[in-house]
């Protein structure tokens, strides 16, 4: 059974920082390249960040760019996003991807920034 976790998300102010995780259990994440997407209130949902299965490529949505870092640990079959510099637009649930020949989603984690 495959599995994918997401967990960090939260509340946290404008400017702020949070970390999201994603643990992977059923595959071998190597295999596969990792996304993040979100969807926003109301809204559907968008890619956010892209990352290759060794992490030498990464794509990252416009409105994202330059505060949002994805990373993998491939030994600890885990994803990352690192979000900088939080917006209230930021706000939305946010989804961990895997696919290679199969498409894997997490359940999503609520990010809400708010002051």
């Known amino acids: 059974q495959v599995k994918l976790v997401e967990s960090g998300g939260g509340l946290v102010q404008p400017g702020g920082t949070v970390t999201l995780s994603c643990e992977v259990s059923g595959i071998r994440i190597s295999e596969y390249s990792m996304s993040w997407y979100r969807q ?9 960040a892209y990352i290759s299965n060794y992490g030498d490529i990464t794509h ?8 949002f870092t994805i990373s993998r640990d491939n030994a600890r079959n885990t994803a990352f996003l690192q979000m900088n510099s939080l917006k209230p637009e930021d706000t939305a649930v946010y989804f ?3 696919r290679y020949s199969e498409d894997y989603w997490g359940q999503g984690t609520q990010v809400t920034v708010s002051s």
């Not at 926003?40 to 956010?48: C, D, L, T, W």
């Not at 990252?60 to 505060?67: F, L, M, Q």
């Open 96 to 98: 961990c991807n895997a």
């Open 60 to 67: 990252y949505h416009d409105s994202v760019k330059g505060r």
């Open 40 to 48: 926003p209130p109301g809204k559907a949902r968008e890619p956010v």
